[in-house]
């Protein structure tokens, strides 16, 4: 079916086809989650895991990006996922970079987007999650779109998203690492991120939920001393955990030809091109934290067995958002499928024990 529905998306410039999508999963998230609830989750109890304090039905959760402004959350339990992340959020709102900003590369089942980060506002986004939940919901905070906003402005302005987004999530997610931005800068800098995470103290203590950071993948191998420092600023202000990795400006290794990528231009690439640098900075990250910190993957996952390489590089749950482009919802239910026929053929009881075991 979602061949079918697929071929008819691809007829789409690549940002109209998400909005049909989008219309689609509202309409769904509308009338249809009872039913779909009873025919497409995969829930077992080797597939649960408890953390950051929560409980996780599955391990496969819906990554920022594709319901910027929680327009269909509760759809996504719904088809099966474990959890869902909404955003990126802004605390203002902002329409993001000129059109086509946004593009396939269907020989590397692969994106490219310059969105700049287009968000409703961290009060209009708000106000939409409303009413219970049955899966965590975490939402992905960035900076509003605005090179005017650096220093001390900057960090307010997380500061008033946190404040207005924190009460209705589960968990929040600091977008430090997101390069669609018109100066170019984030807070991955060991001082910066510092800086953001003590401004950011006396919003948490008002609304104290689990705070994680969304890394940019690495150029070549994992800078481990820039890494290492970074873990210890986590540590001290109590980050609980990492989201492993953000898109990549890197264009080497497509099927892509080289012409028709030249002229896409600038933007982050996400899908299968990305897998490789987020599982190394993954091994690296969870190494360096001894595996204490709650990893998420994310970066190219679409299968089972690369969900499963995931888990065993060292990432407790997943995400997925390029993938559903090219393969469909339907793929939720197939990973978690996929992933108890993995761990069985490998011995073990639960996914939590898959967690490390190559890292």
């Known amino acids: 079916m979602y061949a079918l529905i697929r071929s008819l998306l691809f007829r789409l410039e690549a940002e109209q086809a998400h909005a049909v999508a989008m219309l689609g999963a509202r309409v769904l998230a509308a009338c249809a989650v009872p039913l779909l609830r009873r025919l497409l989750p995969v829930r077992h109890p080797a597939l649960e895991q408890r ?24 759809l996504w339990e719904a088809l099966g996922f474990g959890f869902c992340e909404i955003g990126s959020v802004s605390a203002r709102p902002c329409a993001g970079n000129p059109r086509p900003r946004l593009f396939r590369l269907p020989a590397d089942q692969a994106l490219v987007n310059r969105l700049g980060l287009p968000s409703d506002g961290a009060m209009a986004v708000a106000a939409r999650l409303q009413g219970p939940r049955r899966v965590p919901l975490g939402i992905n ?40 931005t018109p100066d ?8 910066a991120l510092e800086a953001l995470l003590s401004g950011l103290a006396p919003a948490r203590r008002e609304a104290p939920v689990p ?7 690495p150029a070549g191998p994992p800078d481990l001393g820039h890494l290492a420092e970074l873990l210890a600023v986590a540590r001290a202000f109590d980050v609980a955990g990492l989201v492993i990795a953000n898109t990549t400006p890197a264009r080497d290794g497509l099927r892509t030809p080289a ?28 190494r360096l934290s001894d595996g ?68």
């Open 141 to 180: 905070v960035a900076k509003t779109h605005d090179p005017a906003l650096c220093g001390l402005a900057a960090i307010e302005d997380f500061c008033h998203s946190y404040r207005c987004l924190a009460p209705r999530a589960d968990y929040v997610t600091l977008n430090v690492s997101c390069p669609n």
């Open 259 to 286: 012409e028709q990528v030249r002229r896409l231009g600038p933007g982050g690439l996400s899908g299968p091109p990305l897998a490789a640098r987020a599982e190394a900075l993954l091994r690296a990250a969870y």
């Open 292 to 359: 204490r910190l709650t990893l998420i993957g994310v970066g190219g996952i679409d299968s089972a067995e690369a969900a499963y390489r995931r888990l065993r590089a060292g990432a407790s749950l997943l995400q997925l958002y390029t993938a559903l482009v090219y393969h469909g919802p339907g793929l939720v239910r197939s990973i978690h499928r996929g992933l108890l026929a993995l761990v069985r053929r490998d011995g073990l009881d639960h996914v939590a024990q898959a967690v490390g075991l190559d890292a």
């Open 184 to 191: 170019g800068r984030t807070f991955e800098e060991p001082a």
């Open 51 to 74: 953390r950051l304090g929560l409980l996780f039905p599955g391990p496969v959760g819906l990554a920022a990006g594709l319901d910027k402004d929680a327009r269909a959350w509760p």
């Open 211 to 217: 705070l994680l950071l969304k890394l940019s993948p």
